[in-house]
């Protein structure tokens, strides 16, 4: 979002800031040089965390459970469900749309007519089907499952822009040329976590109780109220919002895209001229020494080096930093696979299992993912408060540890997440094997929920190290033009890995469940495998973490990286 600077002489002394307390290259909503006391920083960034709080309300109260509503209402076996969350979350971080009001009006649409969709489901069914008996044969209308997944896929589109566009819009209102300010975009990476997972931890407790014990349209239709205000929140917060200065450069997709085309246009020509691979040097003296193929595309084909300059060396070096991120991004692949199976087979092993925490009353098991957002929660301003600045006195970093290793500490603990997975799932088939369930899908097995809790508290600790740490290298490392993208790349990580996540459960479904077997997958839980599964992802998680510390250790920082 951009705003033109108001320029003329219409402006009185007293209205004219000090200098040390004007934000270069920001202005405020009308339009004049942004002043740092009245403006940005934690008074603008509160607004917008507020904003992420809500619409991580309404997603989660969503997506957390709709493997239960697939299985349930729509009747659909647990590979199949598995599959369809798997493919709403790639399709939710593959989309880029500005930041904008009509974002979350099309959100509302589409929350309001997911609502709409389980309500006619409901008073058209039976009510056999409406307490979970005999779903394969209460399957719905084509026509309802279609209005349905058009709802589901609209929702999705527009978190996809929504997402990462709010999320840089967040850190552009902290000055990175200003210390204290710098240091607190450090932090508001931490906080806004932090804030969004305690949304989270809402929806899941209340939502996924009012889905499962009250109506599934009630449960749908409330975080279409929460977005509303969500709306009105954002708009609360625009007259101490910084605005980023439009300026006349050149599209940086064009601009970057256009050293790849000049590089691969000139890669029979010999290198650059020794002055230029000098200035190079002295400019950027550890960037150049990688990636020295897009040196080339200084000259333009058949061109001296006086008139043949077609891209700059700043635009060959934004080229590299991007180049640079490729690994990383491809190292954390693994991650990713692992951080989507939180909401779909996990969720399927807790309704197996005794969930009853008091006389009457059973938690929902999608509720249990609230252990991930608690954690994080309650481990967040113990990192920053305590752990940052003990590290942040050893290393001088603003940030106490590195971007890269505390993205590496993440991936690591995703890693042992899934080790106690499938341990904590061959104990729960040994004793519905010990108990004579087997063939008896719907019986309980004699084995707590709270079993599952260890996996899901090291899988919140996990995220709360690699996700922020993904966060903020992908806004840090990328050109300045392209923060939104560069929380995209990142985003897309996750959409990248729930489609692999997806596209892993349908080969396995297909070659374990031949020859009259059972598959790993299988609708009854006590014949099916997911142990084998978990080991083959820890064991996916364990080559991903080597290759991440092979890249990592490689990895060299944008120039004007703090950390």
């Known amino acids: 979002m951009a705003i033109t600077v108001v320029t003329g002489n219409d402006i009185s002394e007293a209205e004219i800031p000090l200098l040390d307390d004007v934000v270069s290259g920001s202005v405020d909503f009308n339009g004049l040089p942004a002043v740092r006391s009245k403006s940005g920083c934690w008074k603008s960034a509160s607004f917008i965390i507020g904003v992420e709080v809500a619409e991580r309300f309404a997603y989660y109260g969503i997506s957390s459970n709709l493997i239960s509503y697939f299985t349930g209402p729509l009747g659909q076996s647990m590979a199949t469900a598995a599959e369809n969350v798997n493919e709403m979350e790639r399709r939710c971080f593959c989309r880029f749309w500005a930041l904008s009001s009509r974002t979350r009006i099309w959100a509302d649409i589409g929350l309001g007519l997911l609502s709409l969709s389980a309500a006619i489901h409901s008073f058209n069914s039976s009510s056999e089907c409406k307490n979970g008996a005999n779903n394969s044969a209460c399957s719905p209308p084509l026509l309802e499952v279609i209005v349905f997944f058009f709802c589901l896929y609209l929702i999705a589109f527009v978190q996809g822009g929504h997402k990462p566009c709010v999320q840089a819009f967040g850190a552009d209102q ?42 599934w349209e009630l449960g749908f239709g409330i975080p279409c109220i929460v977005m509303c205000f969500a709306l009105i929140i954002f708009l609360l917060g625009s007259m101490t919002y910084r605005f980023p200065i439009k300026n006349d450069e050149m599209n940086p997709f064009v601009r970057i895209g256009r050293v790849f085309v000049e590089a691969a246009r000139n890669w029979r020509n010999a290198p650059t001229t020794i002055s230029i691979e000098q200035e190079a040097r002295r400019i950027f003296p550890q960037e150049c020494t990688k990636f020295k193929f897009l040196d080339k595309a200084i000259l333009a084909p058949n061109a001296s080096a006086e008139d043949g300059k077609v891209c700059s060396l700043g635009d060959v070096e934004d080229a590299k930093t991007i180049l640079r991120l490729v690994p990383i991004w491809s190292a954390c692949m693994g991650y990713a696979i692992v951080s989507a199976q939180a909401s779909t087979l996990f969720t399927k092993q807790g309704v197996t299992m005794d969930r009853s925490i008091a006389s009457g009353f059973q938690i929902p ?47 690591f603990l995703s890693f042992l997440s899934m080790v106690i997975a499938a341990l904590v799932e061959r104990q729960r088939l040994a004793i519905a094997n010990e108990y004579g369930l087997v063939d008896k899908p719907m019986a309980t097995v004699p084995m707590s929920v709270w079993w599952l809790a260890p996996q899901y508290l090291l899988f919140g600790i996990a995220d709360m190290f690699a996700m922020v740490g993904l966060q903020e290298l992908f806004y840090d490392q990328v050109p300045t033009e392209l923060k939104s993208i560069g929380l995209a790349l990142y985003l897309s990580i996750f959409g990248i890995g729930s489609f692999l996540s997806s596209f892993l459960i349908s080969v396995i479904e297909k070659v374990t469940s031949g020859d009259g077997h059972d598959s790993w997958f299988s609708n009854n839980l006590n014949r099916a495998h997911l142990d084998y599964f978990y080991w083959l992802l820890a064991g996916l998680s364990a080559v991903t973490v080597a290759a991440y510390v092979y890249f990592a250790k490689s990895y060299m920082y944008k120039r004007k990286s703090k950390v």
């Open 174 to 215: 902290f000055d990175e040329e200003d210390e204290k300010e710098l240091k607190a975009k450090s932090s508001f990476f931490n906080w806004w976590y932090f804030s969004m997972n305690g949304g989270i931890v809402v929806a899941l407790l209340v939502l996924n109780y009012i889905q499962e014990n009250l109506s």
């Open 365 to 411: 098991s999608a509720s249990l993912q609230s252990l991930i957002s608690v954690s994080i929660v309650v481990f967040i301003p113990i990192y920053d408060r305590i752990l940052v600045p003990i590290a942040r006195a050893v290393t001088k970093k603003p940030s106490g540890i590195s971007m890269l290793q505390r993205i590496g500490t993440g991936t």
